[in-house]
């Protein structure tokens, strides 16, 4: 493995398929080379979240280089991740893999006392020699249950990109989630990982909406786990957990459909499909939300100068690029030009991709080199991109945006509208702040 921080899957361009009703210009699918990161790098923003978990990758030095690039700082802090690292003698079958295992999980537990839950991560090394991270977390949960519960997901190359990452834990950890009676009291779960304050400012808008059962997967601590049956309702925080619905669904959970809680009109769409979903008063959800609704239309509106008229493209990297692209077109009146993804869950993102422009170009998984030149054929004001690309781009006079940031920066609700907007505001107004008149 030679691809620290990003892969390089070469294999054949597909033709474009796939045309949507309406006027919209069929989807683009790319298969090719790609820059994106792998499953493992969501562990960075997921090991703060859930605050007695460890994350332990079983791979090989270069799945801890990739971690310990992306983390930057973090890696002084004590995080609790680390990779067990496969070596040759493991490879060459001089010692058992499992054994190995063991004996790191033993000396971890010992001198981590407060890991309650131990998340074992397959990567593509563990993958490719077929090391079963399922049975091997099995033998280890008989051994430290009931204090602690070691459960395994992949966040491996080979299956996942970037936030997939997160879905595939999630897709465990609901597995993990106690049943709840088929006559329990009706709850809400929220999925998909956001930021503390974030999470917060929910609870007190779904407290004051009267909708007070609600849990946020990942919970913040691992034995706070909600039960889910048929009287559960989930809605998604996020746009990549397909596997978590799945796994949501078939414990009997049933999704709530919704626009993606970005920007004012996302965020009312989502917090009014949960107050329909549970019977809440239409006038009581206009009181409760629109002091936040009208805050961020404010807040909003000292970017408009910068962003109006402006136009993005997007590169493929985390899957929420859809819904960004529909708030950046309709509340900030930015151009789309080209809106990369490298999925799109046609389900989850129906409502997203009925509010995009007839005649932007969708495109789903990536030929980098194909839409590098599209990118400069359609000549943008802005390009969302991966730290790779975006240099590149920069010394050829383009102003890009760092599509990481919009991962671990807290952009989803009202109060967050005015910083959404300023991520994409501040590359624009740099590049012009920079310029020299000749
Ligand atoms: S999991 Fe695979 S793609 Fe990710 S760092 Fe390890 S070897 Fe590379």
Redesign the pocket.
């Known amino acids: ?1 030679s ?2 921080a990003s ?1 390089t899957i070469l294999s054949n361009t597909a033709a474009p398929c796939d045309a949507p009703a309406g006027g919209r210009q069929p989807i683009l699918h790319q298969r090719g080379q790609h820059e994106v990161f ?1 499953g ?1 790098t969501s562990i960075i923003w997921l090991h703060r979240k859930m605050q007695d978990a460890f994350f332990l990758i079983v ?2 030095r ?2 801890a280089h ?1 971690m310990q690039s992306a983390a930057g700082v973090m890696i002084f802090a004590e995080p609790r991740f680390a990779t067990a690292i496969i070596e040759e003698r493991d490879l060459s079958g001089m010692a058992d893999l499992h054994d190995e295992l063991d004996a790191v999980v033993a000396r971890l537990l010992k001198r981590r006392p407060d890991i309650r839950m131990l998340v074992l991560v397959g ?3 563990s993958e490719v020699i077929k090391l079963d991270l399922s049975r091997a977390a099995e033998r280890l949960n008989r051994e430290h249950a009931p204090d602690r519960r070691v459960i395994a997901y992949s ?4 299956e996942t990109t970037f936030t997939q990452g997160e879905d595939s834990f999630l897709a465990t950890l609901v597995e993990e989630c106690p049943a709840a009676e088929a006559d329990a009291a009706p709850s809400l779960v929220v999925a998909g990982s956001l930021a503390d304050v974030v999470e917060d400012q929910f609870s007190r808008i779904f407290q004051a909406l009267g909708i007070d059962n609600v849990a946020f997967l990942p919970t913040r601590r691992s034995d706070r786990l909600p039960a889910i049956g048929p009287n559960t309702r989930f809605l998604l925080a996020q746009p990549f957990l397909n596997e978590a619905s799945k796994m949501l669904e078939r414990r009997g959970a049933t999704h709530i459909p919704a626009l993606f809680p970005l920007g004012e009109e996302g965020t009312t769409a989502w917090l009014k499909a949960a107050s329909d979903a549970f019977g809440v008063d239409p006038a009581r959800f206009a009181a409760v939300t629109a002091p936040g609704r009208e805050r961020a239309r404010k807040a909003l509106e000292s970017y408009a100068e910068t962003l109006s008229g402006k136009r993005i493209f997007f590169f493929p990297d985390s899957q929420l690029e859809p819904a960004l692209a529909r708030f950046l077109s309709r509340e900030a009146g930015m151009g789309l030009t080209e809106v990369g993804s490298p999925y799109l869950h046609r389900r989850h993102l129906a409502a997203e991709l009925d509010l995009l422009p007839e005649d932007v170009v969708l495109s789903e998984g990536q030929d980098v080199e194909r839409q590098i030149d599209r990118c400069h054929e359609a000549d943008p004001d802005l390009i969302v991109c991966g730290l790779g690309l975006a240099n590149p781009f920069e010394a050829k006079g383009y102003a890009t945006k760092w599509s990481i940031e919009l991962v671990f920066t807290p952009i989803q609700g009202y109060e967050q509208a005015g910083d959404l907007a300023e991520l994409f505001a501040r590359p624009l107004r740099r590049r012009a702040a920079l310029k020299v008149e000749v």
């Open positions: 493995m691809r620290p892969q792998c493992l791979g090989s270069t799945c990739l990567s593509c090394p966040g491996s190359g080979i």
